[in-house]
């Protein structure tokens, strides 16, 4: 049985708002287009550290388009609380390690799993070192990603390094739609392909 980890979500703002604290979040993102959204429904409720890390992104020239709009996006947006971009290190050739054996697994398949363990388990130990209070990814918001599969692996990501995992589900209640309108108020370059060199094939190939 599914959950509905939107309603899980909100369980959690509702309890933090009624607190009256201002917890410490670390916010995985990908890319400005999927931040945009989740930082403007997040922002009430946290201090947020913006964490690129994205070894996956191929080529070294996307993945630096992909800061820079994330880091133009952080700056204009605006903010109740404090927000700031860490950018993780590009360690591609780790990922195409990781990947070994998986290259023609299609898109949504155990190679995607194995990305989204690793950059994750990153995402924990750095919530850790910060001495954040939660955790979480953008990713949920994209109709193509498995948020029970997300979820589950931040979940367990986060009781090994002991930092709590904000479950989430932000394409829900028109998440996604959102993130699109926002895309274009901000004029955010959004890419056409997930980020690796097997999701860039899988696009060409469609072309």
Known sequence: MKVNYQIEMERELARIEASGRRPRLLLH?????CG??????????????????????APRAEFDRRVAELERLAAQLPHEGA?????????????MALCRGHEDDPEGGARCALCFRMRLEAAAKMA????????????????LKDAQLLNAIGAEQGRRAGIS??????????GYKRSCELSRE?????QDYCGCV??????DARQ
Request: charged letters at 25%.
């Open 29 to 33: 993102a990908c890319c400005a287009p």
């Open 36 to 57: 945009s959204y989740v930082l403007e429904a997040l922002n009430r409720c946290f201090d947020i550290d913006v964490y690129y890390y994205n070894p996956n992104i």
């Open 83 to 95: 927000l700031r971009v860490i950018v993780g290190d590009y360690d591609n050739a780790a990922f």
């Open 128 to 143: 850790a070192r910060l001495g954040s209070d939660y955790f979480t990814t953008s990713l949920t918001i994209s109709p």
């Open 165 to 174: 995992w904000l479950y989430s589900d932000f394409k829900k209640k028109n």
């Open 186 to 190: 901000y004029g955010l370059y959004r």
């Open 198 to 203: 097997f999701s860039k094939r899988e696009r």
